[in-house]
């Protein structure tokens, strides 16, 4: 049984740091493209940043210089480091995993940055 579980959400106020996590069970993660998506409200979810398995990453534009992610394959985990937090990052935070055809979500994890 496949399970991404996120950590790491909560209330933060602009301007600060959260780091979210998300630990994989049940998939062969190593080999997973992992990324991080979020929805806010009204809108639609938007993919805010992958890392292959290889290790490349690559960022929605809208938080580029801002939010890092980062894999421990031994740890089956991935992590989105998330800095200077804006308004606009308030959303629900869901971890995916991806192979060929494969592809898993998480539970979410909600963000919300208050002013």
């Known amino acids: 049984q496949v399970q991404l579980v996120e950590s790491g959400g909560g209330l933060v106020q602009a301007g600060g740091s959260l780091r979210l996590s998300c630990a994989a069970s049940?998939?062969?993660?190593?080999?997973?493209?992992m990324g991080w998506y979020r929805q806010a409200p009204g809108k639609q979810r938007e993919a805010v940043a992958t890392i292959t398995s290889g290790g490349s990453t690559n960022y929605a534009d809208s938080v580029k210089g801002r939010f890092t992610i980062s894999r421990d394959n031994a740890k089956s985990t991935v992590f989105l480091q998330m800095n200077s937090l804006k308004l606009e990052d308030t959303a629900v935070y869901y971890c995916?995993?991806?192979?060929?055809?494969?592809?898993?979500w998480g539970q979410g994890t909600q963000v919300t940055v208050s002013s």
């Open positions: 049940g998939i062969s993660f190593s080999m997973y493209v």
């Open positions: 995916h995993a991806s192979l060929v055809r494969n592809n898993y």
